[in-house]
């Protein structure tokens, strides 16, 4: 809803112009400045990211960024990062992007890793749990298009939590253990289905 609201306030007057947004990077250095998992949606080579990583860490390494994004304006990009333990995410996009809609998707990436890692958002929980914060980035951004920006959503999809789940169990009450398990089951129960569609003509999954 959120998202919504955002991408109506930057809508062109000229209706027949739609500006959309665009996410050019999600970078996750941890304290040291070594890359802990980055994805480049804009075709950037090795060489360019190692640099763009090198300058990020530079530039934000003395500020602490724990309870709110900060911006930065950089090489024609506008960034907004977020501090976790020992550990900085950051997002960037075009310099003409709304930055309201880059914090958007950093605060829905960042809290829902947290609600996953049940606010252990620092490098080894994270490395442990690879899988889930991978799984969390293609939840929100699909080749840097915006998917998803509520967090809580992006939890019960990551979780592979159905809607006609009745256990009392919340998912703050999952352990990392708990939650794959739950995915993993879902998973399997999802192939299951999808199996059973097409061995009967159906479309599947």
């Keep these: 809803v959120a998202f919504n609201h955002i991408c109506a306030s930057i809508r062109s007057s000229d209706?027949?112009?739609?500006?959309?947004p665009f996410i050019k990077s999600l970078v996750?250095?941890?304290?040291?400045?070594?890359?802990?998992?980055?994805?480049?949606?804009?075709?950037?080579?090795?060489?360019?990211?190692?640099?763009?990583?090198?300058?990020?860490f530079k530039k934000t390494k003395t500020v602490t960024a724990k309870s709110e994004a900060e911006v930065l304006?950089?090489?024609n990009e506008i960034i907004v990062y977020r501090s976790g333990i020992e550990c900085k995410f950051f997002i960037s996009?075009?310099?003409?992007?709304?930055?309201?809609?880059?914090v958007c998707v950093l605060d829905c990436i960042f809290d829902t890793v947290s609600t996953l890692l049940k606010g252990q958002v620092d490098k080894r929980t994270m490395f442990d749990n690879l899988e889930l914060i991978l799984l969390t980035i293609d939840e929100v951004l699909d080749h840097g298009h915006i998917m998803e920006t509520d967090p809580l959503a992006v939890v019960t999809r990551v979780l592979m939590k159905s809607s006609d789940n009745t256990s009392a169990q919340t998912i703050g009450d999952l352990s990392i253990s708990q939650a794959l398990g739950l995915a993993r089951d879902q998973f399997l129960k999802t192939l299951s289905a999808s199996s059973s569609g097409r061995a009967a003509g159906g479309d599947g999954y």
Excluded at 15 to 20: A, D, F, G, R, T
Excluded at 35 to 46: C, I, M, P, S, V
Excluded at 93 to 102: H, K, Q, R, Y
């Design 73 to 75: 304006l950089l090489d």
């Design 28 to 56: 996750v250095l941890d304290a040291d400045g070594d890359r802990l998992f980055a994805k480049y949606y804009d075709g950037r080579k090795k060489p360019e990211q190692i640099t763009n990583e090198a300058t990020l």
């Design 93 to 102: 996009g075009p310099i003409e992007e709304n930055e309201l809609v880059l």
């Design 15 to 20: 209706m027949s112009e739609v500006l959309v």
